[in-house]
């Protein structure tokens, strides 16, 4: 990938990039969620007939991902955005933090995150690392008493700040995808937009994603592995 002196660059990463940390990837579980069926948990409708259900779902999730540690893949990214400053921009299908954990600091979370909780009836929005395990300690919002959820886009809603993503995308001088398996959209047409724009798209994981045949390039390989090899080669080092 070579990117010139004022060349900016879009990345998006899936579950894949935490997957070296031990976060469980939704395909990586055979297409369970830590044990938990998708609509079973990330959808309006799970947290309408049981919101016990899903927050004890996030609150495993909220547990999983304090433990666990960013990885190299997380690293480097943020170094390659230290090189490149406001000419780089992360966008990531995850909803943990191990991104900012690892340094990065330009992070849009399109599908929300997992340590914010909003409320379902007004505005409030807060920072909540809690863990609510029984139908008693469901939290409440302080100011209206609505019920508050888990900060994130589940199936069916719309991603966080589309506008802002396609304006960042649409400059960018080259897309990097990494670790995601390219079947959830509007993610998964980001390659698609990329190339109709004459941008450059590079794939980075293990396997070949849905999306395979819209990448210009696509190497196979963890990310821990790939990523550093990159950083190297457009001279963020
Ligand atoms: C929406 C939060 C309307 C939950 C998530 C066409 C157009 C638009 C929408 C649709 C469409 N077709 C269908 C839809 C609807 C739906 C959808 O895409 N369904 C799929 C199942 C077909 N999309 C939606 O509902 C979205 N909303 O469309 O609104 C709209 C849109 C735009 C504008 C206006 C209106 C909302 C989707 C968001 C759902 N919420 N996350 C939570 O986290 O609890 S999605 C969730 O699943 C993740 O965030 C992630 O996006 C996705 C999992 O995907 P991946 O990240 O790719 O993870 P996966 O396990 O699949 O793959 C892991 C990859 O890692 C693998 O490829 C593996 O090889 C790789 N890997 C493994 N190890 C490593 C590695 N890579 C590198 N290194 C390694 N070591």
Known sequence: MKLAQRDRLFVLTGAGVSA???LATFRGSGGLWNGYRVEQVATPEAWEADPALVWRFYSMRRREAAAASPNAAHRTLARIENRLGDRFFLCTQNVDDLHERAGSLRVHHMHGSL?????????FLVADTACYESEDSLPRCPRCGSSLRPRIVWFGEIPLDMEGIYRRLDAAAALLVVGTSGSVYPAAGFVHRAVALGIGAMYIGPESPANAEAFDEIRLG????????????????
């Open 222 to 237: 963890p990310a821990t592995r790939e990523l550093p090899r990159l950083l190297e080669e457009i001279g963020a080092g």
């Open 115 to 123: 340590f914010q909780s909003r409320c379902e009836g007004c505005p």
């Open 20 to 22: 070296e940390s031990g």
